[in-house]
């Protein structure tokens, strides 16, 4: 499949590691000329010079910083043709205890700053007539997850924006889409698969093997497997999928 993808210019947020550099690597090999951001230069630069990406520094918790990279990413590649919004996962936690400020916080990281980096580039997009938005959420908003209650509550609000969003730019040629990961794994499904066997005595392993046998295809995925989803997303070929949320979880999550 041509994913004419050449040559297309491709923000990844969250992209040091795990399901950002999934993608961020997908659309390299795209022929995308890539821009990966995460919270250090290091891990940033680390990452770019494997994909053979250009690094960026950005914590989506602070808008200063959103506002820096929408400015210098412009600079760097001329324009931003896909907007990977992604970031890390708030901490596991029931729904009762989470301070104001705790809420807070994560609306501001997984929220706010995305949709103001958005803000940002999609004039740009509007006015090439191309343009393609793509959130990462979490199988959660489907059905939500034990002891993950800020994840399972902010996330919706992507996709509520997502979907308003869309309906707003989809005859400007711009998609907005987001794929919601089941159990791909990364680092971050290890630390929760060892706060979970904490919580509940079990070992990691234990703990695992439960959650895969809850997977019809009987494993976690891998993140290329997810940035494949990205990549076609991304590529022209989805040029009539907008508003959509699609489900990367080999099966997990049963229903729509
Ligand atoms: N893996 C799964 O199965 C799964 C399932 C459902 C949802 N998700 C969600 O998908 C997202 C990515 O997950 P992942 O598994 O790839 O996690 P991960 O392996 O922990 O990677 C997270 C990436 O985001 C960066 N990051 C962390 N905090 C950030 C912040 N405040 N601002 C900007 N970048 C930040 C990290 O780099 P630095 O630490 O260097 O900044 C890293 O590059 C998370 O929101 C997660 O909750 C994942």
Not at 140 to 166: C, E
Not at 173 to 186: D, E, K, L, S
Request: glycine share 12%.
């Amino acid at each position: 499949m041509e994913t004419n993808l050449k040559g297309k210019r491709a923000l990844v947020l969250g992209a040091s590691k795990g399901l950002g550099y999934g993608i961020a690597q997908g659309l390299a090999e795209e022929g995308a000329r890539v821009a990966i951001a995460s919270r250090t230069m290091e891990g940033s630069k680390a990452a770019a010079d494997k994909v053979g990406a250009l690094p960026f520094v950005c914590d989506t918790g602070k808008s200063d910083q959103i506002d820096a990279l929408a400015k210098d990413v412009t600079a760097a590649l001329g324009g931003v043709d896909v907007l990977v919004l992604n970031s890390g996962g708030p901490p596991p936690g029931k729904a009762q205890g989470v301070t104001s400020e705790q809420w807070r916080a994560s609306f501001e990281a997984m929220f706010v700053n995305l949709v103001r980096l958005t803000d940002h580039l999609l004039p740009g997009m509007i006015e090439r007539r191309f343009g393609r938005i793509i959130s990462v959420i979490s199988s959660g908003v489907i059905q939500p997850i034990p002891n993950l209650a800020i994840s399972n509550a902010i996330r919706p609000a992507l996709v509520g924006w997502g979907k308003t969003l869309a309906s707003e730019v989809a005859s400007f040629g711009v998609t907005v889409n987001a794929i919601a990961p089941g159990r791909i794994a990364t680092d971050r499904l290890k630390q929760l698969d060892a706060a979970n066997a904490e919580r509940t005595g079990r070992s990691v392993e234990e703990v695992a093997a439960a959650a895969k046998a809850g997977i019809p295809a009987g494993r976690y995925g891998e993140i290329a497997e997810f940035g494949a989803a990205a990549v076609f997303l991304a590529s022209e070929r989805a040029s009539f999928i907008t508003g959509s949320i699609l489900r990367v979880d080999g099966g997990q999550i049963s229903c729509t």
